[in-house]
Nanobody
Framework: QVQLVESGGGLVQAGGSLRLSCAASGTIFSVYDVGWYRQAPGKQREMVATITSGGSTNYADSVKGRFTISRDNAKKTVYLQMNSLKPADTAVYYC??????WGQGTQVTVSS
């Protein structure tokens, strides 16, 4: 059974930083593209950042230059380093493995 467990969310002031982690189990990790998505109240879930099995990255325009996605295949973990956080970044953040596996989400709240 595939499980994705996110951690690292919390409350931070604007301008602060957080590092999210998503640990996978029950599957081979290295062959999959992995991504971070977020959903704010009343809004649709949106892509934040993705990283392919080969290490190529892609970012939403709204987070370019502030967020960095990375992966450690040996630990079956994907990370999202978030710097210069803004209140607009407040959302539940989800990791996604391949096309169908999702984590349970972790709340990120940025206060002004």
């Amino acid at each position: 059974q595939v499980q994705l467990v996110e951690s690292g969310g919390g409350l931070v002031q604007a301008g602060g930083s957080l590092r999210l982690s998503c640990a996978a189990s029950g599957t081979i990790f290295s062959v999959y593209d992995v991504g971070w998505y977020r959903q704010a109240p009343g809004k649709q879930r949106e892509m934040v950042a993705t990283i392919t099995s080969g290490g190529s990255t892609n970012y939403a325009d709204s987070v370019k230059g502030r967020f960095t996605i990375s992966r450690d295949n040996a630990k079956k973990t994907v990370y999202l380093q978030m710097n210069s956080l803004k209140p607009a970044d407040t959302a539940v953040y989800y990791c996604r493995l391949g096309d169908i596996f999702w984590g349970q989400g972790t709340q990120v709240t940025v206060s002004s």
